[in-house]
């Protein structure tokens, strides 16, 4: 499509905001969920079954690729926030009617979190050009990782104000405010697949995507590096939390640390779109990924906080720059049709090793 200037009236930005208040509201209920199933069961046990109820879900990932591809995003969209919206509300009455227990709360974080899987569905590509893909997927990664920044402090504040029962339906309220922005998205005409739907089918649209992801050589070997640079992220951030926390007992300055690499990683996507203009992306990646390294290594040598602060923060403005320009190769060299199972699949594909890391550095720390 032709190039469009974007403004805060273009539908990418309504897109962009209404992502902004559904992430927000996940991470704000990521604060409250846990102080629920202690209100409810007094175990820390139970806190971490509710929480890997909800992030399982992302397992399920690659299967709803097919749907995908075959809804209107604009409905997917509107289907997933509005059961998150009846979700939070759902628990909110329930909690206040003291009639909530921790099957119930595993349930419906269960449901938030399949929810927020196909919200993973919004496809912005046809709303810019080409020469706009990096922009579009840089400025949604940066206000992502404002959401990661920003949202413990946001649902500290509302816990402050109100109680767990009123801070839940504020997290309502933000996915409400989800829903009415993507109300005002215009509606495109999707083709659907011409194939009626049945297992067989179904079936072998997975197979579909998964034989042009791996084919597709651009796609299949950023997966990969993609896939190693969050393992390393992951065993980085519980190595960081032990370093440090030798280096200093305060607190505060922990906290500093620990939020450098939010800030870091919102850089990055800024300086990863300027150095766009002057660089190819092989050479953005190869740069990004080895002052990454470095910055890893001078983390674990140094001894003063303060400089393991700016060495971090350094480390994920690298990451920052990468994740954008992999996202754009991807949507760049797969056709409309396959979209949503490529991205639903390549989602999974990077992100499946996560535990593994934090299991594995846990037990290297030791």
């Given at each position: 499509?032709?190039?469009?200037?974007?403004?805060?009236?273009?539908?990418?930005?309504?897109?962009?905001?209404?992502?902004?208040?559904?992430?927000?509201?996940?991470?704000?209920?990521?604060?409250?969920?846990p102080?629920?199933?202690?209100?409810?069961?007094?175990?820390?046990?139970?806190?971490t079954?509710?929480?890997?109820?909800?992030?399982?879900?992302?397992?399920?990932?690659?299967?709803?690729?097919?749907?995908?591809?075959?809804?209107?995003?604009?409905?997917?969209?509107?289907?997933?926030?509005?059961?998150?919206?009846?979700?939070?509300?759902l628990?909110?009455v329930?909690?206040?009617?003291?009639?909530?227990?921790?099957?119930?709360?595993?349930?419906?974080?269960?449901?938030?979190?399949?929810?927020?899987?196909?919200?993973?569905?919004?496809?912005?590509?046809?709303?810019?050009?080409?020469?706009?893909?990096?922009?579009?997927?840089?400025?949604?990664?940066?206000?992502?990782?404002?959401?990661?920044?920003?949202?413990?402090s946001?649902?500290?504040?509302?816990?402050?104000?109100?109680?767990?029962?009123?801070?839940?339906?504020?997290?309502?309220?933000l996915?409400?405010?989800?829903?009415?922005?993507?109300?005002?998205?215009?509606?495109?005409?999707?083709?659907?697949?011409?194939?009626?739907?049945s297992?067989?089918?179904?079936?072998?649209?997975?197979?579909?995507?998964?034989t042009?992801?791996?084919?597709?050589?651009?796609?299949?070997?950023?997966?990969?590096?993609?896939?190693?640079?969050?393992?390393?992220?992951?065993?980085?951030?519980?190595?960081?939390?032990?370093?440090?926390?030798?280096?200093?007992?305060?607190?505060?300055?922990?906290?500093?640390?620990?939020?450098?690499?939010?800030?870091?990683?919102?850089?990055?996507?800024?300086?990863?779109?300027?150095?766009?203009?002057?660089?190819?992306?092989?050479?953005?990646?190869?740069?990004?990924?080895?002052?990454?390294?470095?910055?890893?290594?001078?983390?674990?040598?140094?001894?003063?906080?303060w400089?393991?602060?700016?060495?971090?923060?350094?480390?994920?403005?690298?990451?920052?720059?990468?994740?954008?320009?992999?996202?754009?190769?991807?949507?760049?060299?797969?056709?409309?049709?396959?979209?949503?199972?490529?991205?639903?699949?390549?989602?999974?594909?990077?992100?499946?090793?996560?535990?593994?890391?934090?299991?594995?550095?846990?037990?290297?720390?030791?």
């Amino acid at each position: 499509m032709p190039a469009q200037k974007i403004t805060l009236t273009h539908p990418l930005s309504r897109l962009m905001m209404s992502t902004t208040m559904a992430a927000m509201a996940g991470q704000v209920y990521s604060i409250l969920l846990p102080l629920l199933v202690l209100e409810v069961t007094s175990s820390a046990i139970a806190v971490t079954i509710a929480l890997a109820a909800e992030r399982a879900t992302m397992l399920l990932q690659p299967l709803i690729g097919p749907l995908l591809d075959r809804a209107n995003w604009k409905h997917v969209l509107l289907a997933a926030d509005l059961a998150r919206f009846l979700c939070f509300l759902l628990l909110s009455v329930l909690a206040m009617n003291g009639q909530f227990s921790l099957a119930l709360i595993c349930f419906l974080s269960v449901c938030i979190g399949f929810a927020g899987q196909f919200y993973q569905g919004a496809q912005f590509t046809a709303m810019v050009s080409e020469r706009q893909l990096h922009y579009a997927n840089s400025l949604e990664s940066a206000l992502y990782q404002l959401t990661i920044v920003i949202g413990p402090s946001l649902g500290g504040t509302i816990l402050l104000f109100f109680s767990i029962y009123n801070s839940l339906i504020a997290v309502s309220i933000l996915s409400l405010l989800a829903v009415w922005l993507v109300l005002m998205l215009p509606y495109e005409q999707h083709t659907a697949s011409a194939r009626t739907f049945s297992i067989s089918t179904y079936i072998q649209e997975l197979k579909e995507g998964f034989t042009f992801l791996y084919h597709q050589k651009e796609i299949w070997y950023t997966n990969l590096v993609l896939l190693i640079s969050n393992f390393g992220i992951q065993f980085l951030i519980v190595l960081l939390v032990i370093h440090v926390d030798n280096l200093t007992t305060d607190p505060v300055l922990i906290g500093v640390v620990l939020s450098s690499g939010g800030i870091g990683a919102i850089l990055g996507t800024s300086l990863g779109f300027l150095a766009d203009r002057f660089s190819t992306y092989r050479q953005i990646l190869f740069a990004a990924k080895v002052i990454g390294g470095l910055s890893i290594i001078l983390v674990g040598l140094t001894d003063t906080i303060w400089l393991a602060a700016c060495f971090n923060m350094i480390g994920t403005a690298a990451a920052g720059a990468v994740n954008p320009i992999i996202k754009t190769i991807r949507q760049r060299h797969t056709p409309r049709h396959l979209l949503g199972r490529v991205q639903s699949t390549s989602r999974f594909i990077t992100f499946t090793l996560l535990p593994a890391a934090s299991i594995f550095a846990g037990f290297l720390s030791e």
